[in-house]
C-alpha cells in the first residue's frame, strides 16, 4: 500500500510497537499503512462522520485487518478509552480543533506518551497550547504535496521553555534544523500576513487596532527571519 508524502511523514514519527488512535481517519489508510508495515501493534481508527467511517471499516476489512485495526464512530478522542492508546493522531485539521479534540477528553490525553497532530491553519496556536500544557516538541516536519505546503508536529509530555514568539509561527525545530522546505514556509507566511493587512488597510478603525500593529509586527519578524537564511 503506497501513501502520500503527508502521511508518509506522519507515519515516520509514529513510535515502533505502540497502539495508535488515528483521529479523524478517513480511508484509515495511516492505520492500515503502519498495521501493514508492522510499525504498530494495534490501533484504532476514529471518525465523527458516516461515510469516512463507513469506508474505513470497508477498507480494514479489504485489507484483513479487523482483529488489529478497531474503527469507531464518534467525536474525536471519545473513542479511545484512558490508556488504550500511547500515541494520537490528529491530522487534517484546524488548530483550534485539535485543540478542543485534546482539551475535550482531559483523562484520555492525560495518559498519552505522544501526539502527532497536522493542522491546517493556526498551526501557531497548537504550538502555543502544547508548550503551556506540559507538552515538549520533539519533532516538526514540513511537507509538501500537490503544491500545499504541510507543517507536521510530535510532542511528548514535559515541561519547554517559552519561545521567541515568532518561532511559534515558524517552528522551533524548523528553524533550528534550517529544514529544506523552511523558506518558503516563512514566505508563505509573509504572503498570508500582507493579504491579512491589505483587507485591514480599507478600515480606519482596523489600522489604528491592536490587532493591525500585532500583524505588522508579526509580518516584520518574519522579514528579519527571512533575511538570516
Not at 7 to 25: F, S, Y
Not at 128 to 149: F, H, P, Y
Not at 159 to 186: A, C, D, M, N, V
Request: proline letters at 5%.
Amino acid at each position: 500500500m503506497k501513501i502520500g508524502e503527508r502521511l508518509q511523514a506522519i507515519a515516520d514519527m509514529v513510535p515502533v510497537g505502540v497502539t495508535m488512535a488515528d483521529i479523524g481517519t478517513d480511508h484509515a489508510y495511516l492505520p492500515i499503512y503502519l498495521i501493514s508495515h508492522s510499525i504498530i501493534a494495534r490501533a484504532i481508527a476514529g471518525d465523527i462522520h458516516q461515510g469516512p467511517y463507513l469506508s474505513a471499516k470497508n477498507a480494514v476489512a479489504a485489507a484483513q485487518l479487523e482483529e488489529l485495526i478497531s474503527v469507531r464512530r464518534g467525536n474525536g478522542l471519545e473513542v479511545v478509552r484512558p490508556g488504550e492508546a500511547e500515541t494520537v493522531v490528529i491530522a487534517g485539521m484546524g488548530g483550534l480543533n485539535i485543540i478542543d479534540i485534546l482539551r475535550s477528553r482531559p483523562e484520555v490525553t492525560a495518559t498519552l506518551k505522544r501526539l502527532i497532530v497536522q493542522p491546517m491553519i493556526a498551526a501557531s496556536t497548537v504550538r502555543m497550547w502544547l508548550q503551556t500544557n506540559g507538552w515538549q516538541i520533539l519533532n516538526e516536519q514540513l511537507v509538501q504535496e500537490d503544491g500545499k505546503l504541510y507543517q507536521i508536529i510530535a510532542a511528548e509530555p514535559g515541561e519547554s521553555q517559552p519561545l521567541e514568539p515568532i518561532l511559534y509561527e515558524i517552528g522551533p525545530l524548523l528553524w533550528q534544523s534550517r529544514h529544506p522546505l523552511l523558506l518558503l514556509h516563512i514566505e508563505e507566511l509573509i504572503v498570508h500576513l500582507r493579504g491579512v493587512l491589505a483587507a485591514m488597510a480599507g478600515s480606519a478603525e482596523a489600522v489604528h487596532s491592536a490587532k493591525y500593529r500585532e500583524f505588522a509586527d508579526k509580518l516584520k519578524d518574519l522579514e528579519d527571519k527571512r533575511t538570516c537564511l
